[in-house]
Antibody
């Protein structure tokens, strides 16, 4: 059974750095082709893809947010961490992590999401 | 402004067939697979269609996908009340080296 779960702060202040952890089970991020990605969704708005890390540590980032994002993996802990610097109220959103079985372009298992609010 | 363009809303009555369009460009839909996700209220998205027209195990065959050139469509036949949800298309974009989503279509079952 594949599961993913996001964890991290629910409230951050403007200019702070957000660190989110995705803890997963039921698959290995050392399996060829597998990737874990992050996608966010502001309240009432559309999905926005953020970043992904492949099994071989190859990484991809949203071109519009690349300067603010860092994604890392810890295969031994079955975790993927996303950091986003210089948070702003427009970054308020539900953040999801999800698994891609191959290529990183689609996600077959998703976490429940975690709502992060940016406010002073 | 999303990279892929979807109509903001669609509707139909039970039993009807509805289609949702998704328009892109050569760098995304034109050269890559299209994926569709269903997001029921208050839940995480669920993969509905992969590789343009393939259904994951467990997805009813009432759902079908197609692609032509730089556009794609999701069709839902035999519409049911439980199909009321937001639907998103997605694809890899070669120019952006990232996944791009459509703006989502809210489907209402009248």
């Amino acid at each position: 059974q594949i599961t993913l779960k996001e964890s991290g702060p629910t409230l951050v202040k403007p200019t702070q750095t957000l660190t989110l952890t995705c803890t997963f089970s039921g698959f290995s991020l050392s399996t060829s082709g597998v990737a874990v990605g992050w996608i966010r969704q502001p309240p009432g708005k559309a999905l926005e893809w953020l970043a992904l890390v492949f099994w071989d540590d190859d990484k991809r980032y949203s071109s519009s947010l690349k300067s603010r994002l860092t994604i890392t993996k810890d295969t031994s802990k079955n975790q993927v961490v996303l950091t986003m610097t210089n948070m702003d109220p427009v970054d308020t959103a539900t953040y999801y992590c999800a698994r891609s079985k191959q290529y990183g372009d689609h996600y077959d298992f998703w976490g429940q999401g975690t709502l992060v609010t940016v406010s002073s | 402004q999303s990279v892929l363009t979807q109509p903001p809303s669609a509707s139909g009555t039970p039993g009807q067939r509805v289609t949702i369009s998704c328009s892109g460009r050569s760098s995304n839909i034109g050269n890559n697979y299209v994926y569709w996700y269903q997001q029921l209220p208050g839940t995480a998205p669920k993969l509905l269609i992969f590789s343009n027209n393939q259904r994951p195990s467990g997805v009813p065959d009432r759902f079908s996908g197609s692609k032509s050139g730089t556009s794609a469509s999701l069709a839902i036949s035999g519409l049911r009340s439980e199909d009321e949800a937001d639907y998103y298309c997605a694809a890899w974009d070669d120019s952006l080296s990232s996944v791009v989503f459509g703006g989502g279509t809210k489907l209402t079952v009248l």
